[in-house]
């Protein structure tokens, strides 16, 4: 039987089948519409293991007959971010599969796997051949990485992304990554090619580690930022979650905290109007928020006034720089 297998982009209906003999693999020219398959999904046996630079970027996937624990057939290497499925099988038959993860991406020479797992082949999760059905074999043992200390990787070729490293034709030129206060690890500025920035000393286990990305133009000036965080897990890398880089950023109005300091009492107001100069008209908003506004990159100038009965009864003179994708919170001072 000749057993065929797809890399799937995971909301994939149409893809290019390649078919697979034995050790052999040649690519079929026809887009086919599979209708009936049995995929292995990289989510379901990941587990604490990041697709991404410095951690696992490809894998082969072998489907097994549950059963029998004969194998069926054996994928190339693909991408830890693709789906692999396997058409021609026998309708009926359970399926399990044999996971080789690699660090290497597919481009890549790939020596030994550095994981390893199986799915559906512990008497639970195994995929059944049905006609018409696309199924996902489950039960994967998640894989964990044991025995090195714990990292905090923040991923920069991801965050670029599309605004890309080309600074004389409007990209970045460097990037600052900038510990927030209270946590132990430095800040650094690093070429915009980084590929990543990996924290591999200092870090506690189960710490959550929040940075602020600065991008930088061939000018030196910061067009675009960002805010990431990382949860330190014992013995694996952990991986940073950053917004995308942004052109704006935000100015939070801390009504709350003024009010308490100046020993006001929100019931005592109807409202607040809310403005910042030449950029937003007088906004009522509850005396109890503390309001954010997304804003252009810079210095700004804004204003707090306190209703009662319809009238302005309390003035503040705000000011603050905000710096893209980041937020700040202004600084008012009352006006008498």
Wanted: hydrophobic content about 40%; charged content about 15%; aromatic content about 4%.
């Amino acid at each position: 039987m000749l057993a065929r297998f797809a890399r799937l982009g995971l909301a994939a209906a149409l893809v290019v089948v390649v078919s697979v003999g034995c050790n052999e693999s040649t690519d079929s020219t026809d887009s086919t519409d599979i209708n009936t398959g049995v995929q292995v999904d990289p989510t379901e046996f990941l587990g604490a293991l990041a697709c991404a630079e410095g951690a696992a970027r490809s894998y082969k996937a072998e489907l097994v007959n549950a059963g029998t624990e004969q194998s069926f057939a054996t994928s190339a290497r693909v991408s830890c971010g693709a789906s692999v499925l396997f058409t021609d099988l026998t309708l009926g038959e359970l399926y399990g599969a044999r996971i080789s993860v690699f660090r290497e991406t597919v481009d890549e020479a790939a020596g030994s796997p550095a994981w390893a797992t199986e799915c559906g082949l512990a008497g639970s999760g195994a995929a059944k051949a049905v006609d018409g059905e696309l199924v996902t074999v489950r039960s994967c043992e998640p894989i964990v990485v044991e025995g090195e200390d714990p990292t905090v990787v923040v991923d920069l070729t991801s965050l670029v992304g599309e605004i890309g490293c080309d600074a004389e034709t409007g990209g970045i030129a460097e990037l600052d990554v900038v510990a927030e206060e209270g946590n132990s690890l430095p800040s650094v500025t690093v070429p915009c090619a980084t590929p990543i920035v990996n924290y591999g000393s200092g870090i506690e286990p189960g710490t959550v580690y929040r940075f602020t990305i600065a991008a930088k133009n061939s000018a030196g000036e910061i067009t675009w930022g960002s805010r990431c965080e990382a949860a330190a897990q014992t013995s694996s890398p952990a991986f940073a979650s950053c917004s995308p880089l942004a052109s704006h950023g935000t100015a939070s109005f801390p009504i709350p905290a003024l009010l308490e300091a100046e020993k006001l009492s929100c019931a005592d107001f109807d409202g607040v109007l809310i403005s910042v100069q030449n950029l937003l008209s007088p906004k009522l908003v509850p005396c109890s928020a503390a309001p954010t506004v997304s804003l252009p990159a810079g210095d700004h100038k804004a204003s707090l006034r306190l209703l009662s009965g319809g009238l302005q009864t309390v003035k503040f003179a705000c000011n603050g720089t905000v710096l893209p994708g980041s937020q700040s919170e202004l600084a008012c001072v009352r006006q008498d």
